[in-house]
C-alpha cells in the first residue's frame, strides 16, 4: 500500500508570549481532521504541540506536495487563528501565516513541512520529530549521526542493506538550489556543506541500494520569505525505521547529545537542543533552551498506531541535565557571541533598527 505522511506546523498564537498553544487550536484541528478522515480525504491523524506550535500529523494517498491536503492544513490554520488566536488576543495571532490566501501549496506561505511517500513495508515503525525555537538547519547533525556515522549507528557496518549508506540531499537555502551527495564516500562534501546550518539544510534522505526514503525534513526560513524576523522556524522531520533502516535506538541515540542550535530567544541566540516528553514540550527560560519531542507510531494500511512518547525516558535524563548546564554556561556570556548569533544570522532580527540610529555617529578612523 502506497501512504504519504504529512507533518504540517504553524505558530499562529500561543499564551503567556511564545510558551505554548492554546487547547482549543488543537480542539479546533482535531474537529477539522476528524471531518476530513470521515470524507475519506485523509486516513488518520494526530494533533500535537510543541511549544508555540501547532502540528498536524496526516497520512493519506493524495501524494506528495497535494493541494488538497495542504489547503486542509491551511484552513484549519487560518480557522484556528480567526477563532482562537484573535479572539484570545493570544500573542503572535497567526504569525507564521505570510500570504493573506492559499496558492495551491503551503510552501512558501510560512507553515513548516516535511512530506514523504512510500510502499508500506511489512512493518512500518515512523518517527516524527518537531522542534521549538530552533531553525531548519537543527537536523543537519542528527541526520547526519543518524544515517552516516557508524559510531552512532551500528545498523551502518553490520546491516547489509544499509552498508553502502545513503543519499542525502542537501538544499542551498540562499541560492535556491539542491544537490544529492552519498555517504560514505561524498561525507567530507557534506560536511563541508551542512556544517554551515543556516544556509545548507538536509531536505531527504534515501537509501541508496534501492534508493528507499528514509527521512524528510522541512526547509522553510521564515526570515527568507518574509524579509525579516517573524519568528523562528520550528522545524519538523520524518525517519522511517528498523528492516534495514536505522534502528528506533539508533534514530534516537543522535539525541542524547544535546548539539548547539541557532535560535532560542528572538530567534538571536545559540543554545542547546533539548529533547523533553510532550508535557514538556514548552519553553519557558529565556524563552527556552530549544527543545525536541519525539514521538514513534506504527503504520498499518495507513493508520497511525500510537504514539510512544520517545523521550518520556530517564535515560534522556542526563541529556537533559547536560543541556542545562550548557543553557547556564551560554547564558552566561549575555549580548556577546557565541551565544549571540552572528552578523549575518542578526540581520533578519530587530537589532538593524537599533544599530540604524547610530549609522550617523560613526566617523572614519585609521585602524591601520
Not at 10 to 18: Q, Y
Not at 19 to 41: C, D, F, I, Y
Not at 77 to 93: C, P
Not at 209 to 235: C, F, H, M, Q, W
Amino acid at each position: 500500500m502506497k501512504v504519504t505522511i504529512s507533518l504540517i506546523k504553524a505558530d499562529i498564537g500561543s499564551i503567556a508570549g511564545h510558551v505554548v498553544v492554546h487547547p482549543k487550536h488543537e480542539e479546533l484541528a482535531r474537529k477539522k481532521l476528524q471531518e476530513a478522515k470521515e470524507t475519506g480525504l485523509i486516513l488518520d491523524y494526530y494533533v500535537f504541540h510543541v511549544g508555540d506550535d501547532l502540528q498536524l500529523l496526516m497520512t493519506h494517498q493524495k501524494g506528495e506536495d497535494s493541494p488538497e491536503i495542504h489547503k486542509l492544513a491551511w484552513d484549519i490554520f487560518v480557522e484556528a487563528t480567526e477563532k482562537v488566536s484573535k479572539v484570545y488576543k493570544l500573542y503572535g495571532a497567526g504569525q507564521d501565516l505570510l500570504s493573506e490566501s492559499f496558492s495551491g501549496n503551503i510552501r512558501g506561505l510560512g507553515p513548516g513541512v516535511a512530506e514523504m511517500e512510500f510502499e508500506e513495508r511489512r512493518s512500518e515503525p515512523v518517527l516524527v520529530f518537531a522542534a521549538d525555537k530552533t531553525e531548519p538547519g537543527a537536523w543537519n547533525f542528527k541526520l547526519y549521526k543518524i544515517f552516516a556515522d557508524p559510531f552512532n549507528t551500528a545498523g551502518l557496518v553490520i546491516d547489509p542493506a544499509m552498508h553502502e549508506g545513503f543519499v542525502f540531499e542537501v538544499v542551498d537555502l540562499l541560492e535556491g538550489h539542491a544537490v544529492k551527495l552519498k555517504a560514505p564516500e561524498e561525507v567530507y562534501d557534506l560536511l563541508a556543506l551542512i556544517g554551515t546550518t543556516g544556509r545548507y539544510v538536509i531536505r531527504k534522505v534515501w537509501r541508496k541500494i534501492d534508493n528507499e526514503v528514509a527521512a524528510a525534513a522541512s526547509v522553510t526560513r521564515l526570515s527568507l520569505i518574509a524579509g525579516r524576523y517573524v519568528g523562528k522556524d520550528d522545524p519538523v522531520l520524518i525517519v522511517r525505521a528498523q528492516h534495514g533502516l536505522p534502528a528506533t535506538g539508533e534514530v534516537l541515540e543522535a539525541f542524547a547529545f544535546p548539539h548547539l542550535v541557532s535560535g532560542w530567544m528572538r530567534g538571536s541566540h545559540t543554545g542547546p537542543l533539548m529533547p523533553v516528553s510532550l508535557r514538556d514540550a514548552k519553553c519557558t527560560r529565556f524563552d527556552g533552551p530549544p527543545r525536541v519531542v519525539g514521538l514513534g507510531f506504527q503504520l498499518h494500511n495507513g493508520l497511525l498506531e500510537g504514539p510512544v512518547d520517545l523521550f518520556d525516558d530517564p535515560a534522556f535524563d542526563h541529556t537533559r541535565r547536560i543541556a542545562e548546564e550548557i543553557a547556564d554556561y551560554m547564558r552566561r556570556h549575555g549580548p556577546f557571541m557565541p551565544h549571540r548569533l552572528g552578523p549575518e544570522e542578526m540581520e533578519y532580527t530587530t537589532l538593524p533598527q537599533v544599530l540604524a540610529k547610530l549609522k550617523e555617529r560613526f566617523v572614519k578612523v585609521a585602524v591601520k
